[in-house]
């Protein structure tokens, strides 16, 4: 693993002509330069799977997790708590207090988040994303909590009804100089955004569907989307865009 430092360096070469887009691969399986962007005390999971892969990870944390307070979050009253991000999975079992309510998580990686912390989710959509959960919820909600990020899209807000606990802030990091890489990836819209705006064209391998478009809106080039949208997802589609 490599920590970013020296030289811009050019990615290595490789040929996409006549492969679509979400199938090019990077050379038939030979090793690759991985560009992490998680922030890096998060990265050691991930990064450990694409090293026994055989790849080369250079360490580029693009966003930064600070906690809104330490004050508690009082569940009392609520039927539901919505968890939007393994960030605001960790923060409210931090600082939760009170009854626990049934939880639903938008996806695999959030559910796993909770299950580490000896909290099961009783609701996972089968589409991770925030349109999906909120098609799969049941009606009447009842009271609902969303608990997520400062600033987070308020699709089940508002679908919901629910109340709003701002957990986190994720703030944007910005290198000293651009990675050199074969591969970028991004777990996040903020990481994704962040990536754009040092204007690398480096090929990128996202999470799911929301942080692909943050992507594309940013001028990233997609050549991977994970198919299921957690740790092992990822892993998966790293794999996949270096054609092994």
Not at 68 to 97: I, K, M
């Amino acid at each position: 693993m490599l920590a970013v430092g020296g030289g811009r360096k050019p990615p290595h070469p490789f040929n996409w002509v006549g492969l679509d887009p979400y199938a090019r691969t990077l050379g038939m399986g030979r090793a690759v330069r991985v560009i992490v962007t998680r922030p890096r005390d998060q990265a050691a999971p991930f990064v450990e799977r694409i090293e026994a892969l055989g790849h080369e990870v250079v360490v580029c944390p693009l966003i930064e997790i600070v906690p809104t307070g330490d004050d508690p979050v009082d569940t009392t009253g609520y039927d539901w708590v919505v968890l939007t991000s393994p960030n605001g999975a960790e923060q409210f079992a931090r600082r939760r207090r009170g009854p626990l309510p049934k939880l639903a998580a938008v996806g695999p990686g959030t559910a796993e988040t909770l299950r580490e912390l000896d909290l099961e989710p009783q609701l996972v959509p089968r589409l991770s994303t925030q349109e999906g959960l909120l098609a799969e919820f049941p009606r009447p909600p009842g009271r609902v909590l969303v608990a997520a990020a400062r600033g987070a899209r308020r699709t089940l807000i508002d679908g919901l009804g629910a109340d709003f606990a701002p957990l986190y802030d994720t703030t944007l990091v910005r290198p000293t100089e651009v990675p050199a890489g074969d591969l970028v990836v991004l777990a996040s819209g903020s990481a994704a955004r962040s990536f754009g705006a040092l204007g690398a064209d480096v090929p990128a391998v996202s999470i799911g569907p929301q942080t692909t478009r943050a992507a594309e809106l940013a001028g990233l080039h997609v050549v991977a989307e994970a198919k299921t949208h957690d740790l092992d997802g990822l892993v998966d589609a790293v794999a996949a865009a270096a054609g092994q």
